[in-house]
């Protein structure tokens, strides 16, 4: 049997458990097996044979338990297809451009290259005024950062649809 894909993710507010979410389901139109999980609820990563792995960003940082995964799993996902997003800026327009060609937070850079992952990408988050606490909004009016919805289903899409023909061939 073939082994599964982990899509595992840190987030807030529930905006990058929404993308997460997107990519197990195209990724299970392509029909394979997906898990979609919380990282603090992966167990067993010997169950897997392809990973992927996604944080919401705040302030440059990925969330705490997303940087404690990929530390903490360092030498298992070295040895397994990997493939990383973040999720976050806020804005009209290409994600990558908005961040000025920003991926993910400087601190995990060693990590990351040691890892090798066969993609990394960032897709545009969402922030709602209404969920935030007052430090949040302060700091969101001062940055004068957007508020909305700015993920692109249809990039989210394009970039598992990409991942399952990796797995697949693989497979093959």
Same mark, same amino acid.
């Given at each position: ?34 898990? *979609?999980?919380?990282?603090? $609820?992966? &167990?067993?990563? @010997?169950?897997? /044979? ?5 944080? +919401? ?53 060693? *990590?990351?290259?040691?890892? $090798?992952? &066969?993609?990394? @990408?960032?897709? /545009? ?5 209404? +969920? ?41």
């Amino acid at each position: 049997m073939a082994k599964k894909i982990l899509v595992a993710y840190a987030s807030k507010r529930g905006a990058t458990a929404g993308i997460a979410e997107k990519i197990g389901e195209a990724l299970r139109d392509k029909g394979l097996q997906v898990d *979609v999980l919380p990282v603090n $609820k992966v &167990r067993d990563l @010997t169950l897997y /044979g392809t990973v992927v792995l996604g944080s +919401a960003v705040y302030i440059g940082l990925w969330r705490r338990e997303g940087v404690r995964f990929i530390r903490k799993n360092e030498n298992h996902l070295s040895e397994l297809p990997v493939w990383l997003f973040s999720s976050g800026p806020t804005g009209t327009g290409d994600p990558l451009e908005l961040t000025e060609g920003w991926l993910f937070p400087e601190s995990l850079r060693s *990590v990351i290259e040691r890892i $090798k992952p &066969r993609g990394i @990408t960032i897709f /545009g988050g969402k922030l709602e005024q209404k +969920a935030m606490n007052f430090f949040e909004r302060m700091i969101i009016k001062k940055v004068k950062a957007p508020i909305g919805d700015f993920r692109n289903w249809e990039a989210i899409t394009s970039w598992a649809e990409a991942i399952s023909d990796h797995h697949l061939q693989v497979l093959n």
